[in-house]
């Protein structure tokens, strides 16, 4: 058989290939074929081979070795690809091989297979109902470790998505614009770049960053428009680098919840958290020390306890919370920067505890540095009682308010 033996023979819709063990390329595309019987011995299957005919159902034999580029695009009435789960010689998933096979349900990948090249799948199940899921079966394909670039974008996943701990290399955007809801990376997951891992994922809502992360990769899930909760609690993590979660350049506006790391994480960056407008919780500040200026600048955080071990603090890291009610301040801060914590725009604030003795430690450039004064809505400075007239004389516009800690 020569390639493009039967392209655009749109009437042929069966076919005994039982004599072939090679099918070159364009053999059958753009025909109606939608039933074959292929040779046991069959090895290899020509680029865009099969191109948009009519299959519902694929049996690949076990000797398959060579899956062309573009093979299987486009059969849009795909439901099942069955491939022998012994395949010996099959250790790749071709680029394009089921790009467009948008009512695709499910693929078992065989267990020789290392690697699923770029948009290999792309979307794959896209056009299913929302009650059905595009079910890819790894389970047996322990040897995989690379996803080509896009491989499975734009493919219905199931809500709950783990990723697997075999893949060591992730081409660009892998599962860009999939519908995954809640992200989790199994638990022996070792450390991989990945570049826009997620983005676009516009039902991603929760994603629990790997235990061997060291550094928050936000690009993993640029884009992710509907995302809530960040979990960082596992990861490896030491700095929330300036502008990480920044809304303005994230798009993450329903952002309601970061935990991040129990125990490492020594600095917050500037901005880190800045417009997140819906963020109300950040969970665990226990080993942190640095906190940059506007640190959390438009959050929606209601009240912040500044944890002991906390030695300097930025500029107006509470620039615009409109819903701020209560601040407390360690007695570990050595450092304030002299534009002060809060501003005008913090029409909630009603009280800053402030459990340093050390009142120099606000005398930075003998600039104000809690920006209270004008705030109308304050009713209480607390301060620890051996500081009380030291704090009453540094901050005079605000002494009428100034009170020692019970």
Not at 201 to 221: G, M
Request: proline residues 3%; charged residues 15%; contains cysteine.
């Amino acid at each position: 058989m020569k390639d493009d033996a039967f392209n655009n023979c749109t009437s042929l819709t069966t076919a005994d290939l039982s004599s072939l063990n090679i099918i070159p390329k364009k053999a059958f595309a753009k025909s109606a074929l939608s039933s074959v019987v292929f040779s046991d011995d069959l090895t290899d299957i020509g680029e865009c081979a099969f191109d948009a005919c009519a299959f519902t159902e694929l049996n690949l034999p076990v000797n398959i070795t060579t899956l062309g580029i573009s093979c299987f695009m486009n059969n849009i009435s795909l439901k099942n690809i069955v491939f022998d789960i012994d395949s010996p010689n099959l250790t790749s998933i071709s680029d394009n091989a089921f790009w467009g096979c948008n009512m695709l349900e499910s693929v078992n990948i065989p267990k020789n297979v290392t690697s699923i090249a770029s948009a290999a799948f792309s979307n794959a199940g896209s056009a299913l109902d929302a009650d059905k899921v595009f079910n890819i079966d790894m389970s047996q394909a322990v040897g995989l470790t690379t996803l080509g670039d896009s491989c499975f974008s734009g493919v219905r996943l199931a809500a709950d998505f783990v990723v697997p701990a075999s893949i060591k290399h992730f081409g660009y955007g892998v599962y860009r614009e999939t519908s995954v809801v809640n992200v989790t990376f199994a638990e022996n997951f070792e450390p991989v770049t990945a570049y826009n891992l997620f983005t676009q994922c516009n039902s991603l809502k929760t994603i629990q960053y790997p235990v061997s992360a060291t550094t928050f990769e936000s690009h993993w899930i640029s884009g992710c428009s509907a995302i809530e909760s960040i979990d960082l609690s596992l990861t490896k993590i030491t700095e929330i680098v300036s502008s990480a979660f920044n809304a303005y350049d994230s798009g993450w506006n329903d952002l309601k919840k970061v935990i991040i790391p129990t125990t490492g994480l020594a600095t917050i960056g500037s901005s880190a958290f800045s417009n997140c407008n819906m963020l109300t919780e950040i969970i665990s500040l226990q080993d942190v020390k640095t906190i940059g200026d506007n640190a959390f600048k438009g959050t929606g955080i209601t009240e912040m306890i500044i944890p002991e071990g906390v030695t300097s603090i930025g500029a107006t890291i509470f620039d615009n919370c409109a819903e701020i009610t209560n601040i407390s301040l360690p007695s570990t801060l050595q450092t304030v920067n002299r534009r002060g914590i809060v501003n005008l725009s913090c029409v909630k604030l009603t009280s800053i505890t402030i459990n340093v003795v050390d009142v120099k430690v606000f005398e930075n450039n003998d600039c104000w540095s809690l920006g209270s004064e004008y705030i109308t809505t304050m009713t209480d400075i607390f301060v620890p009682l051996e500081s009380l007239d030291a704090y009453k004389s540094h901050f005079t516009d605000s002494s009428a308010i100034i009170k020692a800690i019970a």
